[in-house]
């Protein structure tokens, strides 16, 4: 069962679309779902065009959820100049409010190249999508995985958007205060949870108030105690009790805190 409502929580980075919300009934079945918990407002984030399209579509569609746009670090050879063209009329809708997720991702280089685009290729989408966020004052979300020198290195090398979100943060606590340090804001997903994270929760409670979102990424990184099973907006409330008991902080004052944040990083503009 999902935890009791969280009055005014919010859900930074998860994927609608993908977790089978296609249509403007889907997406209202499970903002509903949402509500319920209490999830106040989400930002569905589209990972590649199509996904895109769906998800700025959800958000001119219900007033509760905010579009982040981009192509995947992992389909990085997908940004053609037709992709770019349309990506920039996308990220210029007022419902659009990120461009992400961007970044950088090592780990299916390693593990399964052919179903990723080389490094030199996604370093150069990162770069196209952080100028993009740059020209059009959204913020940028960043997408990360076994990347963390690479990514620290471009960002500190290029243009600087408005706000900069490192989503799923699951570095080590190093990086967390190198990315602290810079004003970058960290997105805490199910994975805080998992029992061996020990790290990631002090990360989340060294993280000063204003840089701190958490999020679902569903239909991936369910929390526990449902890892392993389907993951939406709706059971956001399980990272947000881990969290607020890693910062001996209230989960009420938590859900205010955020709900700022979202409102900061996300509104502007
Ligand atoms: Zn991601
Ligand atoms: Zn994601």
Same mark, same amino acid.
């Given at each position: 069962m999902p935890a009791d409502p969280i009055p005014g929580i919010v859900d930074a980075h998860t994927h609608l679309a993908s977790a089978g919300a296609r249509t403007p009934e889907e997406v209202d079945a499970i903002v509903a779902r949402a509500v319920a918990a209490g999830v106040e407002k989400l930002c569905t984030v589209g990972d590649g065009l199509a996904e895109a399209e769906l998800a700025l579509a959800a958000a001119q569609h219900n007033e509760r959820v905010f579009a982040a746009c981009a192509i995947h670090p992992t389909r990085?050879?997908?940004? +053609?100049d037709a992709a770019r063209a349309r990506l920039t009329e996308m990220v210029a +809708?007022?419902?659009?409010?990120a461009v992400g997720e961007t970044g950088l991702d090592t780990y299916w280089i390693r593990h399964e190249p052919e179903r990723t685009a080389p490094l030199e290729v996604q370093e150069e989408a990162l770069r196209w999508h952080i100028d993009l966020a740059v020209s059009s004052g959204k913020a940028l979300m960043l997408h990360n995985r076994e990347a963390d020198e690479e990514l620290m290195a471009v960002l500190a090398d290029a243009p600087r958007p408005v706000e900069t979100i490192l989503h799923c943060f699951s570095s080590p606590l190093a990086v967390a205060e190198e990315a602290l340090e810079r004003g970058y804001v960290l997105s805490f997903a199910g994975n805080v949870t998992f029992k061996r994270n020990e790290e990631l929760r002090e990360v989340a409670r060294i993280t000063p108030r204003g840089q701190l979102l958490i999020e679902t990424d569903a239909p991936y990184m369910t929390p526990e105690p449902f890892r392993g099973g389907r993951n939406e907006p709706a059971i956001i409330g399980h990272t947000a009790l881990c969290v607020a008991e890693a910062r001996g902080q209230d989960v009420a004052d938590l859900a205010l805190e955020l709900s700022e944040t979202f409102q900061r990083v996300y509104q502007r503009g």
């Open positions: 990085a050879r997908e940004l +053609d +809708d007022p419902r659009c409010v």
